[in-house]
């Protein structure tokens, strides 16, 4: 039962422009999501998060936008850099299973000269 | 300050063969949990160490899973009898258990091949 999913497995864009990275969820109980960015042959890192309260949060080139009633999240980056190229990962966490993170299947982003 | 390491890297066992996976988590971390990355799919959710409480154990795929965290901080996670569905990248997190605590710092992570 995968209640987090990312249904683009790849995106390519072109250095400088706009990468969107879409997430959507199922569980109406998750009230906390972040994204991880994920190197070959490393951990996943932390890039960023929104609570449930806020429908936007932005970190630098990085903003995330939290869509309720929708179910729906994305991973805005401005403007993509040839170091963005990674696995990107949406995950959620429910505040009755804290801890417990249920990641998306990810996407891999390729930043393009 | 070190961050979460793993060891080994990679390894490759026969099936039927158990096998130990090492986790040394970030200093003065609380909260340490294991997850697995098959081929590819998602992070999935194994088990979970919060301080001195019982462990989280409902993501374990079977019983031939277990893990344990020692003293608070090194945790081992134990595979019997391997099978070749249990071929994956195997990552360990810790967090600090406060305010941030849903925020989960990786290790590198196990490759895991049965052969």
């Known amino acids: 039962d995968q209640q987090v999913k990312q249904n683009s497995p790849s995106l390519s864009v072109q250095e400088g422009r706009i990468s969107i990275l879409n997430c959507d969820y199922t569980?109406?109980?998750?009230?906390?999501f972040l994204w991880y960015k994920k190197y070959p042959a490393e951990g996943p890192t932390f890039l960023i998060s929104i609570s449930s309260i806020k429908d936007k949060n932005e970190d630098g080139r990085f903003t995330v936008f939290l869509n309720k009633s929708a179910k729906h999240l994305s991973l805005h980056i401005v403007p993509s850099q040839p170091g963005d190229s990674a696995v990107y990962f949406c995950a959620a966490s429910a505040y009755d299973s804290w801890g417990k993170l249920q990641f998306g299947a990810g996407t891999q982003v390729v930043v393009t000269p | 300050g070190a961050g979460v390491s793993q060891s080994p890297s990679n390894k490759v066992t026969e099936k039927g063969k158990d096998v130990e996976l090492r986790c040394d988590p970030i200093s003065g971390h609380t909260a340490l949990y294991w997850y697995r990355q098959s081929l590819g799919q998602g992070l999935e959710f194994l088990i979970y160490?919060?301080?001195?409480?019982?462990?989280?154990k409902s993501g374990l795929p079977s019983d031939r899973f277990s893990a344990e965290r020692t003293g608070g901080s090194v945790s081992t996670l134990t595979i019997q009898r391997t099978q070749q569905e249990d071929s994956a990248v195997y990552l360990c997190?810790?967090?600090?258990?406060?305010?941030?605590?849903?925020?989960?710092?990786f290790g590198p992570g196990t490759r895991l091949t049965v052969t």
């Open positions: 569980n109406s109980m998750f009230d906390y």
């Open positions: 997190a810790s967090s600090s258990g406060d305010l941030d605590a849903e925020k989960q710092y």
């Open positions: 160490f919060q301080g001195n409480s019982a462990p989280d």
